[in-house]
């Protein structure tokens, strides 16, 4: 028997607080579609079970977002009587429940109506909007009883959009989702009505509207201002899904720059196997972005498509599995007109001077330097952190964070204990930015004077002919313990020679070689001890490898080759006047100068 399905009849609360307070793991979701919150409590991965007030709000935030999503698809796969019976149900369930602000929010929350955050109730509303345009495209038969939901989340829209441009949010990521539910309700309602949308002005051109937030929220580089990349795909899909049925041609040419950028930002940062690294705040790995990276990658091929973005859609394929709802096959003629020109392939090395990122791909490895602005709210404590990606295979990547409501937790995944950056003294960075000192072809090298007081570091990364060259170095006022983190997401193994650099090796689909020296003379201690791994389980132990010297100035180098990469690495060595010699098996040698 087909498991019973129902919409739940309370109002949701924050999806953050849907997490274990004991190992910080997302709770299984259970059957969201049957609107009853788990027997017994939410299930943690370690066997407990959770059940409280903020909990069961979280769940029905998930519970009310993907029938919304699911009502989206079976307005696509022609079940039109039952989307439109949910849909009513919907309305009426709306009336009932939403007449006010939610009193329950925290206060720092823009606060919504069905759910604790007006985000929330924003992102819902899109889904909904576009369920009613979908059906009627065929027929406005049985719409009508629909247009009271829609004309409230219109106005709760504009109501809220108001309050946060009343407080110079303009730029927030808010007013990108606020804008696209006003424009998904109200173009739902004028299809509904068999009318000509006329919200143009409104949402999409007005001194609030979409135009007017990417305007002011992406950087010239192209990266949303919080340098986040769930956040800066998070505003892109809201941006494309508000553009429905709008001719490409049609956008003012500084948002459709905008918007090229934003794609060729994505298209950069990812692996040739479709990694998304999780820089700043956002999941490390979770099944409904999973099914966002698929919907914005169908909706951005129709704009300015990018042939990098296609292995980011078949990572998000592989990682779902069976909890595919292919609602991003549905989404074709997305747009009023043909896509504008394909994008250029990504460069071996890219800066993002802004953002403050650097991309360097280069003999099977895909290496991203940080130095940039802390990042506002969703920030980390992580300047001239180092992360080291193959195609498929995290070996040192950016960990990503945990929901937002484990306080403990989520200190620690913004910490730099937790990211692949060097230490003072053992204490934390403060919030801080760097700044790039030079970069061409081939390396890229960056400063930060501010993590600590009185401590300069300079990391610099060149592409060798077969390996990544990595050198750091960091110059106090006076006698530190300066250290240099290696934060792997993968098995690492760490060897010890008697003479010569320390050597590692980092598993996964594919493998990495690592060859870890410093100043001569400097006494260097490498340490190994287990640190949780990525956010998505920080149960998951790691080999955490911290390499301390006390000093007043220290270069930590290390070379790193992809195994599958040659001619193989024979040796490596760092002299006292800051040259690194790297030979190769064919003879070969290469030299590399540190920072002076």
Same mark, same amino acid.
């Given at each position: 028997?087909?498991?019973?399905?129902?919409?739940?009849?309370?109002?949701?609360?924050?999806?953050?607080?849907?997490?274990?307070?004991?190992?910080?793991?997302?709770?299984?979701?259970?059957?969201?579609?049957?609107?009853?919150?788990?027997?017994?409590?939410?299930?943690?991965?370690?066997?407990?079970?959770?059940?409280?007030?903020?909990?069961?709000?979280?769940?029905?935030?998930?519970?009310?977002?993907?029938?919304?999503?699911?009502?989206?698809?079976?307005?696509?796969?022609?079940?039109?009587?039952?989307?439109?019976?949910?849909?009513?149900e919907?309305?009426?369930?709306?009336?009932?429940?939403?007449?006010?602000?939610?009193?329950?929010?925290?206060?720092?929350?823009? &606060?919504?109506?069905?759910?604790?955050?007006?985000?929330?109730?924003?992102?819902?509303?899109? !889904?909904?909007?576009?369920?009613?345009?979908?059906?009627?495209?065929?027929?406005?038969?049985?719409?009508?009883a629909?247009?009271?939901?829609?004309?409230d989340?219109?106005?709760?829209?504009?109501?809220? &959009?108001?309050?946060?441009?009343?407080?110079?949010?303009?730029?927030? !990521?808010?007013?990108?989702?606020? !804008?696209?539910?006003?424009?998904?309700?109200s173009?739902?309602?004028?299809?509904?009505?068999?009318?000509?949308w006329?919200?143009? #002005?409104?949402?999409?051109?007005?001194?609030?509207?979409?135009?007017?937030?990417? &305007?002011?929220?992406? +950087?010239?580089?192209g990266?949303?201002?919080?340098?986040?990349?769930?956040?800066?795909?998070?505003?892109?899909?809201? +941006?494309?899904?508000?553009?429905?049925?709008?001719?490409?041609?049609?956008?003012?040419?500084?948002?459709?720059?905008?918007? +090229?950028?934003?794609?060729?930002?994505?298209?950069?940062?990812?692996?040739?196997?479709?990694?998304?690294?999780a820089?700043?705040?956002?999941?490390?790995?979770?099944?409904?972005?999973?099914?966002?990276?698929?919907?914005?990658?169908?909706?951005?091929?129709?704009?300015?498509?990018?042939?990098?973005?296609?292995?980011?859609?078949?990572?998000?394929?592989?990682?779902?599995?069976?909890?595919?709802?292919?609602?991003?096959?549905?989404?074709?003629?997305?747009?009023?007109?043909?896509?504008?020109?394909?994008?250029?392939?990504?460069?071996?090395?890219?800066?993002?001077?802004?953002?403050?990122?650097?991309v360097?791909?280069?003999?099977?490895?895909?290496a991203?330097?940080?130095?940039?602005?802390?990042?506002?709210?969703?920030?980390?404590?992580? @300047?001239?952190?180092? *992360?080291?990606?193959?195609?498929?295979?995290?070996?040192?990547?950016?960990?990503?964070?945990?929901?937002?409501?484990?306080?403990?937790?989520?200190? /620690? *995944?913004?910490?730099?204990?937790?990211?692949?950056?060097? &230490?003072?003294? *053992?204490?934390?960075?403060?919030?801080?930015?760097? @700044?790039?000192?030079?970069?061409?072809?081939?390396?890229?090298?960056?400063?930060?004077?501010?993590?600590?007081?009185?401590?300069?570091a300079?990391?610099?990364?060149?592409?060798?002919?077969?390996?990544?060259?990595?050198?750091?170095?960091?110059?106090?006022?006076?006698?530190?313990?300066?250290?240099?983190?290696?934060?792997?997401?993968?098995?690492?193994?760490?060897? /010890?020679? +008697?003479?010569?650099?320390?050597?590692?090796t980092?598993?996964?689909?594919?493998?990495?070689?690592?060859?870890?020296?410093?100043?001569?003379?400097?006494?260097?201690?490498?340490?190994?001890?287990?640190?949780?791994?990525?956010?998505?389980?920080?149960?998951r132990?790691?080999?955490?490898?911290?390499?301390t010297a #006390?000093?007043?100035?220290?270069?930590?180098?290390?070379?790193?080759?992809?195994?599958?990469?040659?001619?193989?690495?024979?040796?490596?060595?760092?002299?006292?006047?800051?040259?690194?010699?790297?030979?190769?098996?064919?003879?070969?040698?290469?030299r590399?100068?540190?920072?002076?």
């Amino acid at each position: 028997m087909a498991a019973l399905r129902r919409i739940a009849r309370e109002r949701g609360g924050w999806w953050h607080a849907y997490v274990c307070p004991a190992h910080g793991v997302e709770l299984d979701h259970g059957d969201l579609l049957s609107g009853v919150f788990p027997a017994g409590g939410a299930r943690c991965a370690y066997g407990c079970r959770v059940d409280d007030e903020a909990v069961r709000g979280a769940w029905l935030v998930l519970s009310h977002q993907a029938w919304a999503r699911h009502l989206r698809v079976l307005a696509h796969q022609g079940e039109r009587a039952q989307a439109v019976a949910r849909l009513v149900e919907y309305a009426g369930l709306y009336a009932e429940l939403a007449t006010e602000r939610h009193g329950e929010a925290q206060t720092w929350m823009l &606060r919504g109506r069905l759910f604790h955050q007006a985000l929330t109730d924003a992102i819902w509303a899109v !889904n909904i909007g576009h369920t009613v345009i979908t059906l009627a495209e065929e027929s406005t038969e049985h719409l009508a009883a629909v247009l009271p939901l829609l004309d409230d989340l219109e106005r709760a829209a504009l109501d809220a &959009r108001d309050v946060l441009t009343g407080q110079g949010h303009l730029a927030s !990521n808010y007013t990108a989702w606020l !804008n696209a539910a006003g424009v998904a309700a109200s173009r739902g309602a004028a299809a509904a009505r068999g009318q000509e949308w006329g919200g143009a #002005k409104q949402w999409l051109e007005g001194e609030h509207g979409l135009y007017a937030h990417l &305007r002011v929220a992406v +950087a010239d580089d192209g990266w949303e201002w919080e340098g986040s990349t769930y956040y800066h795909g998070f505003v892109l899909r809201a +941006a494309l899904l508000a553009l429905r049925r709008t001719d490409p041609a049609a956008v003012p040419s500084d948002v459709v720059d905008v918007l +090229a950028a934003m794609t060729d930002v994505l298209a950069t940062i990812a692996t040739a196997g479709g990694i998304l690294p999780a820089l700043h705040d956002g999941p490390y790995l979770r099944g409904p972005l999973a099914l966002e990276w698929l919907e914005l990658v169908a909706l951005a091929q129709q704009l300015v498509p990018s042939a990098a973005l296609d292995a980011v859609a078949e990572r998000a394929r592989d990682e779902l599995g069976a909890h595919d709802d292919r609602l991003d096959r549905e989404l074709g003629g997305w747009f009023a007109g043909p896509p504008l020109p394909e994008r250029p392939v990504p460069a071996p090395v890219t800066v993002f001077s802004t953002a403050g990122y650097a991309v360097l791909r280069h003999a099977g490895v895909h290496a991203l330097l940080d130095f940039g602005p802390h990042g506002g709210s969703h920030g980390h404590r992580d @300047k001239l952190s180092l *992360y080291l990606y193959g195609d498929t295979t995290p070996w040192q990547p950016d960990p990503g964070q945990v929901p937002y409501a484990h306080a403990e937790f989520r200190d /620690l *995944y913004a910490s730099t204990e937790a990211h692949p950056s060097f &230490r003072a003294d *053992y204490a934390e960075q403060a919030e801080c930015m760097g @700044k790039l000192l030079g970069s061409d072809g081939s390396r890229v090298t960056a400063e930060v004077t501010t993590a600590y007081e009185g401590v300069r570091a300079v990391r610099q990364v060149a592409l060798g002919d077969s390996y990544l060259v990595d050198l750091l170095t960091v110059t106090a006022e006076d006698e530190r313990r300066l250290t240099a983190q290696l934060r792997p997401g993968v098995a690492l193994d760490i060897q /010890l020679q +008697a003479a010569g650099p320390v050597r590692t090796t980092w598993y996964g689909d594919e493998t990495l070689h690592g060859w870890h020296i410093h100043t001569p003379g400097a006494a260097v201690r490498p340490v190994t001890r287990p640190g949780p791994g990525p956010a998505d389980d920080p149960q998951r132990m790691r080999s955490r490898v911290d390499f301390t010297a #006390k000093s007043d100035r220290i270069t930590f180098a290390s070379v790193y080759q992809a195994a599958s990469a040659g001619p193989a690495v024979t040796g490596v060595e760092l002299d006292g006047d800051g040259l690194l010699t790297v030979a190769l098996a064919d003879g070969s040698t290469a030299r590399f100068r540190t920072e002076d």
